[in-house]
């Protein structure tokens, strides 16, 4: 993989940005505080965010961590930082950065996925999971709880009875657990997880671009909107599409019996 982007260095802690083919790999590295996410590193994900989305050869993005840990949320130890609790709940929040992300964005959960963490991944359109993997929204044991979607999100994917269970206890769940309950897709041996992660992201960056971000805009509304007004945006994304020339070559290329050359247009 090359690196064709700044990564902004950080002493104490990183983001970065490698590119496999079609594909982004973003990845938080932290290994020593388990990939808690400083200010600094925050930043660091919305500037690779932003930079995939501008760039039109890059159809998917991989989100994972390094080490054994995918993300444990904020740094508590500099959550005191902020002057006053105001000031905390306008800090730039990493899973509104990931619901804002218009390119796919495929969550490889090698360890950890804890508070902040859980948000990170429930922000990602796809999940798939290490067996080593552990789940949780831990805040109750310290006296909060999450505020990045984390009870919407969640109730959504796991269902509201495991969703409480998970927020109101904050103890973890395994990875076999989160795959029965909804949460992940795929559970896979630790040293199979980004090779799988990757093979799954280059399928999708192998679809037309435009309709994967359509796709993506019609999901997100399945979640805010009444089945009726999701069917309609749906039915308007869908014409959007049909008129574009990624259409017109998937058509092409069916009836000619070869694979569509996308082009995002």
Known sequence: ??????????PDGQVTLDVDG?????????PA???????????ALEQHLQAVDADPGLRCTVLTGTGRSFCVGSDIAG?????????FGLRKDYGDLLRAARTPV????????????LELALGCDIRLAADTARFAAPEIKL?????SGQAALLAHSVGPSNAARMILTGDPV???TALSWGLVTDVLPADELLSAALALAATIASRAPLAAQSAKIDLKAAYSMSLDDAIALERRMQTIC????????????????????????
């Open 1 to 10: 993989m090359t690196q064709p982007h700044d990564s902004p260095a950080q």
């Open 143 to 147: 006296g909060w709880i999450g505020g």
């Open 174 to 176: 395994d990875a076999p």
């Open 106 to 117: 495929v969550a490889a959960v090698n360890g950890f996925a804890f508070g902040g963490g």
């Open 79 to 87: 959550l005191d930082d902020y002057p006053t609790a105001w000031d």
């Open 33 to 43: 505080k388990l990939n808690a996410l400083t200010p600094a590193m925050t930043a």
């Open 242 to 265: 049909f008129a574009t020339a990624d259409a017109a070559e998937g058509r092409a290329a069916f009836l000619a019996r070869r694979e569509p050359r996308f082009e995002g247009r």
């Open 22 to 30: 079609a594909v982004a790999v973003i990845r938080l590295d932290r």
